[in-house]
C-alpha cells in the first residue's frame, strides 16, 4: 500500500519546514521535526537523537548562510507508522553574511530518510545522508565566539 495523498503532503511540508529551519537557524522548529530517538548520519558524522543533531546545528559558525532544496521525493510504506523516503538536496552556502555575488553550491547529495507518524503528526526517524557533489571549501565552520 502506498502512503495515502495526507501523508505524501505532511512529509512534504515536513522537509520543506526541515529546510527552512536549517536555513533560518530555528533549533526549535528543528526540534518539533525531528523525532526524538532521531538517527542522523552525514558527512562522516552520526547522532542518536534530535539533541545531538540540533547541537551539531547550533557548533557551525553564526555567519553561516545556507539555502536548502529537495527534489524527487520518492515514498513507500515501511510498515505500521513508518514511511521510507528518497530524495535529492541541494545546498547553497557561504560562511558570511548575505548577499553574496555569485551562487555557491556547496552539496548536492541522496536523502534516505524514515518517517514515522506520532501523536504530533510526521517526524524524521532517520535520515542518511550521501553526498553526490561537494565543495569541501564551503563546510560548515566552527563557530568563533561572540565578539560582544
Same mark, same amino acid.
Given at each position: 500500500?502506498?502512503?495515502?495523498?495526507?501523508?505524501?503532503?505532511?512529509?512534504?511540508?515536513?522537509?520543506?519546514?526541515?529546510?527552512?529551519? !536549517?536555513? @533560518?537557524?530555528?533549533?526549535?522548529? !528543528?526540534?518539533?521535526?525531528?523525532?526524538? $530517538?532521531?538517527?542522523?548520519?552525514?558527512?562522516?558524522?552520526?547522532?542518536?537523537?534530535?539533541? &545531538?543533531?540540533?547541537?551539531?546545528?547550533?557548533?557551525?559558525?553564526?555567519?553561516? %548562510?545556507?539555502?536548502?532544496? @529537495?527534489?524527487? !521525493? !520518492?515514498?513507500?510504506?515501511?510498515?505500521?507508522?513508518?514511511?521510507?523516503?528518497?530524495?535529492?538536496?541541494?545546498?547553497?552556502?557561504?560562511?558570511? $553574511?548575505?548577499?553574496?555575488?555569485?551562487?555557491? @553550491?556547496?552539496?548536492?547529495? $541522496?536523502?534516505?530518510? @524514515?518517517?514515522?507518524?506520532? &501523536?504530533?503528526?510526521?517526524?524524521?526517524?532517520?535520515?542518511?545522508?550521501?553526498?553526490?557533489?561537494?565543495?569541501?571549501?564551503?563546510?560548515?565552520?566552527?563557530? %568563533?565566539?561572540?565578539?560582544?
Amino acid at each position: 500500500m502506498t502512503p495515502d495523498a495526507e501523508a505524501r503532503a505532511s512529509i512534504g511540508d515536513l522537509n520543506a519546514r526541515f529546510a527552512w529551519a !536549517l536555513d @533560518l537557524h530555528d533549533f526549535d522548529a !528543528l526540534r518539533a521535526i525531528l523525532a526524538p $530517538d532521531v538517527h542522523y548520519v552525514s558527512i562522516g558524522r552520526e547522532f542518536h537523537d534530535a539533541e &545531538a543533531v540540533i547541537s551539531s546545528f547550533r557548533a557551525r559558525t553564526r555567519r553561516r %548562510t545556507t539555502r536548502h532544496g @529537495l527534489g524527487n !521525493l !520518492l515514498l513507500e510504506p515501511a510498515g505500521g507508522d513508518e514511511v521510507r523516503g528518497r530524495s535529492s538536496w541541494h545546498t547553497f552556502a557561504d560562511n558570511d $553574511d548575505p548577499p553574496r555575488p555569485g551562487v555557491p @553550491l556547496f552539496m548536492v547529495a $541522496d536523502f534516505s530518510d @524514515l518517517y514515522r507518524r506520532t &501523536a504530533q503528526g510526521w517526524r524524521i526517524a532517520e535520515r542518511i545522508i550521501t553526498p553526490v557533489f561537494r565543495d569541501p571549501a564551503l563546510a560548515p565552520a566552527a563557530a %568563533t565566539p561572540d565578539p560582544s
